[in-house]
């Protein structure tokens, strides 16, 4: 069994997280989003920030996953 590490790659509101992991699955890169508003709303507690979510990316995918979310900050600012 391989130890990897993951590193946060992006974070924002719950749509805009939803195209980068859209968009990083589609290159065949595996995501994973923690969202704590969801987290403590599971545990009984309240979150100060709802719809916020981050999302994280094997370092062995970080250089591919960087294109993409930057090429989605370029999308997203031009608009």
């Known amino acids: 069994m391989s130890d990897s590490t993951y ?3 992006f974070s924002g509101n ?3 997280v939803q195209l980068a ?3 990083l699955k589609s290159a065949g890169i595996n995501p994973i989003i923690k969202d704590e508003s969801e987290s403590g709303r599971l545990a009984g507690f309240g979150a100060s920030i ?3 979510q981050e999302l994280y990316v ?3 995918e970080l250089t591919q996953a960087q294109g993409i979310i930057a090429s989605i900050k370029e999308e997203l600012e031009s608009q």
């Open 14 to 16: 719950f749509i805009i």
């Open 58 to 60: 094997s370092d062995e």
């Open 7 to 9: 590193t946060k790659i």
């Open 21 to 23: 992991m859209d968009r």
């Open 50 to 52: 709802q719809g916020y």
